[in-house]
């Protein structure tokens, strides 16, 4: 059963819409998380990190968010634009070794 | 700066055959590692390495082989490819397994 979960499975929105996507996880203990971009045919490319103790963090337009209470992130994308369209990938390592686990991620479509 | 340069791009084997899947960074990251990524699904741990001559096994290592003489490459080997293991290969780096990870083009596989 994969631990992280994400949502929407795939979402279309107009260029210049704002929207966020949602990632649940039942990692336990918990390290950090992170969110990362893939562009068809491309591999992920980093956006974000955050560790336990961020509730925040930005990288241009994106805006990850974090709540390891409740143990979700979303990750908000500002004025769409039509490069924003690939696949968003939510990221959870529980911090020892090597294990990451990864979310099947979600397929943005941005529209002109 | 290339970065992680994966070779090839694309590749397609008969059941049975055996190939290696080429690796290579230079950013002079200790870690690196190889993943799976299957359609409706998350990415995969298959092997990862924490310097040269260190290599462990993640999720899904049955079928693959592989070794890390230098700190540049990291080479995947298929013994002998099922149709089981069509998929689409990345191979990433990073300074250690806490910090982001850098992932190379992908290998697309097809084995038939």
């Known amino acids: 059963k994969n631990q992280v979960e994400q949502s929407p499975q795939s979402l279309i929105i107009l260029e210049g819409k704002n929207c966020t996507l949602q990632?649940?996880?039942?990692?336990?203990?918990?390290?950090?998380l992170r969110w990362y971009k893939q562009d068809t045919g491309r591999g992920p490319v980093s956006l974000t990190i955050m560790t336990f103790s961020e509730n925040t963090k930005s990288n241009g337009r994106y805006t990850a968010t974090l709540d390891a209470d409740t143990k979700q992130s979303s990750l908000h994308i500002t004025a769409s634009q039509l490069s924003d369209s690939a696949s968003y990938i939510c990221?959870?390592?529980?911090?020892?070794?090597?294990?990451?686990?990864f979310g099947a991620g979600t397929r943005l479509t941005v529209k002109p | 700066n290339a970065g992680v340069t994966q070779t090839p791009k694309f590749q397609v084997l008969k059941t049975g055959q055996s190939m290696t899947l080429q690796c290579a960074q230079d950013?002079?990251?200790?870690?690196m590692s190889w993943y799976r990524q299957d359609p409706g699904m998350g990415l995969r741990l298959i092997h990862y390495?924490?310097?040269?001559?260190?290599?462990d096994q993640g999720e899904v290592p049955n079928g693959y082989n592989v070794s890390r003489s230098t700190t540049e490459d990291f080479p995947l080997r298929l013994l002998s490819a099922a149709p089981s293991q069509t998929s689409v290969y990345f191979c990433a780096s990073s300074y250690s397994f806490r910090e982001k990870l850098f992932f190379g083009s992908g290998t697309q596989l097809s084995v038939l």
């Open positions: 990221v959870v390592s529980p911090g020892w070794d090597n294990d990451m686990r």
């Open positions: 390495s924490v310097g040269a001559g260190i290599t």
């Open positions: 950013m002079n990251h200790e870690y």
């Open positions: 990632c649940n996880y039942t990692v336990s203990p918990f390290s950090n």
